[in-house]
């Protein structure tokens, strides 16, 4: 079992940055990857970006290429957000995979056990 809660969300005025952290309880020596999904207003949820807990590698959605950047430590996973757009609304969601797995990294929502309740991030023009 694992716990996950997200902070750091809220209204920014586009071109600006957050800074979205997301702390792990429990299993955590277990975690295989983490990753940040979003969902905007009627849309569905969908990847953002995702790090190995082994390695650190990581993979961006190509929206949040070059603004996003995603790291963790120890038992907490963080998502800089710079240069925002209005595009970029929608509650944050932070996941976790418990399979321990060596230097893997998912990008499907089926590959995520454990979710956060989510943080809202809506930028403004």
């Known amino acids: 079992q694992a716990q996950l809660v997200e902070s750091g969300g809220g209204l920014v005025q586009v071109g600006a940055s957050l800074r979205l952290s997301c702390a792990a309880s429990?299993?955590?020596?277990?975690?295989?990857?983490m990753g940040w999904f979003r969902q905007a207003p009627g849309k569905e949820r969908e990847f953002v970006a995702a790090?190995?807990?082994?390695?650190?590698r990581t993979a961006y959605a190509d929206s949040v290429k070059g603004r996003f950047t995603i790291s963790r430590d120890n038992a907490k996973m963080y998502l800089q957000m710079n240069s925002l757009k209005p595009e970029d609304t929608a509650v944050y969601y932070c996941?976790?995979?418990?399979?321990?797995?060596?230097?893997?990294?998912?990008?499907?929502?089926?590959?995520?056990?454990?979710w956060g309740q989510g943080t809202p991030v809506t930028v403004s023009s």
């Open positions: 996941a976790a995979d418990l399979s321990a797995r060596i230097n893997w990294i998912g990008t499907r929502e089926g590959e995520y056990d454990y």
């Open positions: 790090v190995s807990w082994s390695s650190g």
């Open positions: 429990g299993r955590t020596f277990s975690i295989g990857a």
